[in-house]
């Protein structure tokens, strides 16, 4: 190459260099500085000075993103809770409808922060109906409508009203802005992006494999496993707080059977006009699943929900002399919704009026199976005996130190035809369960009494029948609650 030849090359070099430094520098300055950090942190872990933090940048329509998806997933639960994530929706311009979908993740994040990880999951799952090929003909507005239906259906129907107004709302639209920007003042160029302790993997734009997060994540947890076992995390005393009658919180342990059984025998034989149901972290969703289906058995309820957050801090206390004591933090949602016979707050930005009478089906067999199915199995000898089950027990709303109430502690007896050992409503045991549950979350602000039910028992036994099999039950079940 002659003297000429090399004196353009370096022109070349040097204007896109330039012109790098200078567009960088514009964006940089063309994002003004937002409230919070940027992005979803997952699962609700710490993002500490002494997490390994790793940033995924992730556009919700782009295929490698989904693929991308999977093992990283598997990698933070095998690390965990030494290793953090935070997902940054980056919409590619390529792909029409990224910008959309990743403002409902903004939407549905500041409407139910536990669900957007599930929403995050579904849109990978299905993604191809927001391909650009699929949508081609499709106006704006129907994109939209397409998607505010599909979010609702994932993270629930009763936020609905509200993802759809979240589309009009001029902030997030700037909050998806804000991660756009954010992803490229980054110097992100496609999706997916990785980031691991601030600093950037090779490879950007593909799918990194279990194998290699692991390759990339052994020698990091070493580091950091030699420096957190000279730590210990300090126990906090349980805040005892007080729980109305009519209010019920619930746990992502707890049994929706149970919840849904308990909070219509208020409505309905006790007599209350009003239930109010709270929860946190990962026991939202469920929650909003309950709501739903407890409007859809009694006529004219009205319903109120209300969001929040909090932040749980946890302190560790140094096992070795020299060393300062550290604390993580994690943000926890938060979720109260309100039940009631009577007209709500008309003009609360979380009011639902009741569902026409015609989707209301009249209650009389429980047929929601989606859990606990109160049955239980196994061998038994006949006469009254004593069987240990484990079921929700309550409706203990957890210290927010675990975030749910996420500890198997809800342990109680039952009652039960036969002699034996039994686990939750469905699984081994001798004999049925047709008695009442002693409290057993005293200390974690219980229900005093479970509502009992009529269950369904087989076994062999040896008794009044002989060998065989013993009594069942398949009638309705009654809702007869405890005191709360």
Same mark, same amino acid.
């Given at each position: 190459?002659?003297?000429?030849?090399?004196?353009?090359?370096?022109?070349?070099?040097?204007?896109?260099?330039?012109?790098?430094?200078?567009?960088?520098?514009?964006?940089?300055?063309?994002?003004?500085?937002?409230?919070?950090?940027?992005?979803?942190?997952?699962?609700?872990?710490?993002?500490?000075?002494?997490?390994?933090?790793? $940033?995924?940048?992730?556009?919700?329509?782009?295929?490698?993103?989904?693929?991308?998806?999977?093992?990283?997933?598997?990698?933070?639960?095998?690390?965990?809770?030494?290793?953090?994530?935070?997902?940054?929706?980056?919409?590619?311009?390529?792909?029409?409808?990224?910008?959309?979908?990743? @403002?409902?993740?903004?939407?549905?994040?500041?409407?139910?922060?536990?669900?957007?990880?599930?929403?995050?999951?579904?849109?990978?799952?299905?993604?191809?109906?927001?391909?650009?090929?699929?949508?081609?003909?499709?106006?704006?507005?129907?994109?939209?409508?397409?998607?505010?239906?599909?979010?609702?259906?994932?993270?629930?129907?009763?936020?609905?009203?509200?993802?759809?107004?979240?589309?009009?709302?001029?902030?997030?639209?700037?909050?998806?802005?804000?991660?756009?920007?954010?992803?490229?003042?980054?110097?992100?160029?496609?999706?997916?992006?990785?980031?691991?302790?601030?600093?950037?993997?090779?490879?950007?734009?593909?799918?990194?494999?279990?194998?290699?997060?692991?390759?990339?994540?052994?020698?990091?947890?070493?580091?950091?496993?030699?420096?957190?076992? @000279?730590?210990?995390?300090?126990?906090?005393?349980?805040? $005892?707080?007080?729980?109305?009658?009519?209010?019920?919180?619930?746990?992502?342990?707890?049994?929706?059977?149970?919840?849904?059984?308990?909070?219509?025998?208020?409505?309905?034989?006790?007599?209350?006009? $009003?239930?109010?149901?709270?929860?946190?972290?990962?026991?939202?969703?469920?929650?909003?699943?309950?709501?739903?289906?407890?409007?859809?058995?009694?006529?004219?309820?009205?319903?109120?929900?209300?969001?929040?957050?909090?932040?749980?801090?946890?302190?560790?206390?140094?096992?070795?002399?020299?060393?300062?004591?550290?604390?993580?933090?994690?943000?926890?949602?938060?979720?109260?919704?309100?039940?009631?016979?009577?007209?709500?707050?008309?003009?609360?930005?979380?009011?639902?009026?009741?569902?026409?009478?015609?989707?209301?089906?009249?209650?009389?067999?429980?047929?929601?199976?989606?859990?606990?199915?109160?049955?239980?199995?196994?061998?038994?000898?006949?006469?009254?005996?004593?069987?240990?089950? =484990?079921?929700?027990?309550?409706?203990?709303?957890?210290?927010?130190?675990?975030?749910?109430?996420?500890?198997?502690?809800?342990?109680?007896?039952?009652?039960?035809?036969?002699?034996?050992?039994?686990?939750?409503? =469905?699984?081994?045991?001798?004999?049925?369960?047709?008695?009442?549950?002693?409290?057993?979350?005293?200390?974690?602000?219980?229900?005093?009494?479970?509502?009992?039910?009529?269950?369904?028992?087989?076994? =062999?036994?040896?008794?009044?029948?002989?060998?065989? =099999?013993?009594?069942?039950?398949?009638?309705?079940?009654?809702?007869?609650?405890?005191?709360?």
């Amino acid at each position: 190459m002659g003297r000429r030849g090399h004196t353009a090359l370096l022109s070349l070099l040097l204007s896109l260099v330039l012109f790098y430094v200078f567009e960088h520098e514009s964006i940089v300055r063309a994002v003004s500085i937002p409230a919070k950090f940027d992005g979803f942190v997952y699962n609700y872990t710490g993002t500490g000075i002494d997490s390994i933090i790793i $940033e995924a940048f992730f556009d919700p329509v782009c295929p490698d993103s989904r693929d991308a998806w999977p093992p990283l997933k598997r990698a933070i639960a095998y690390y965990a809770p030494r290793v953090s994530l935070i997902v940054h929706p980056f919409a590619l311009p390529y792909h029409d409808n990224a910008f959309a979908t990743s @403002r409902a993740l903004h939407i549905v994040n500041k409407l139910n922060s536990s669900a957007t990880y599930h929403l995050l999951e579904m849109l990978f799952k299905h993604q191809e109906i927001f391909y650009n090929q699929i949508t081609v003909n499709m106006s704006r507005t129907a994109i939209v409508d397409c998607i505010v239906k599909f979010v609702s259906k994932a993270v629930g129907e009763s936020l609905f009203s509200a993802i759809k107004s979240g589309f009009s709302d001029r902030q997030t639209d700037l909050t998806t802005r804000v991660s756009f920007k954010y992803g490229c003042s980054r110097g992100v160029l496609g999706t997916p992006y990785f980031f691991v302790n601030g600093f950037p993997l090779p490879d950007p734009g593909s799918a990194i494999n279990y194998s290699k997060w692991r390759s990339i994540l052994d020698p990091l947890k070493n580091i950091q496993s030699e420096k957190m076992d @000279r730590y210990q995390r300090v126990e906090k005393p349980r805040e $005892e707080t007080p729980i109305d009658e009519n209010e019920i919180r619930i746990t992502s342990q707890g049994r929706m059977r149970s919840y849904i059984t308990y909070a219509m025998s208020l409505l309905q034989e006790k007599g209350s006009n $009003e239930i109010v149901f709270k929860a946190m972290g990962r026991a939202i969703n469920k929650t909003v699943t309950i709501v739903e289906l407890i409007k859809r058995r009694i006529v004219g309820l009205h319903q109120n929900t209300s969001i929040g957050s909090t932040d749980i801090t946890d302190t560790w206390e140094p096992l070795e002399e020299g060393l300062l004591p550290l604390e993580t933090t994690r943000h926890v949602s938060m979720i109260t919704i309100t039940l009631s016979k009577k007209e709500l707050n008309t003009s609360s930005i979380g009011y639902q009026p009741p569902l026409p009478a015609e989707q209301v089906k009249a209650w009389t067999e429980f047929d929601y199976e989606g859990e606990g199915s109160p049955s239980g199995r196994g061998r038994g000898r006949g006469g009254r005996g004593r069987g240990r089950t =484990r079921g929700v027990s309550g409706n203990g709303f957890v210290s927010a130190e675990y975030e749910d109430g996420g500890w198997d502690r809800n342990r109680g007896y039952a009652r039960g035809r036969g002699r034996g050992r039994g686990r939750g409503f =469905r699984g081994r045991g001798r004999g049925g369960y047709n008695g009442p549950q002693v409290d057993a979350q005293q200390d974690m602000g219980g229900y005093n009494q479970e509502p009992p039910f009529q269950g369904r028992g087989r076994g =062999r036994g040896r008794g009044n029948r002989g060998r065989g =099999r013993g009594a069942r039950s398949n009638g309705p079940i009654h809702a007869t609650a405890g005191g709360a």
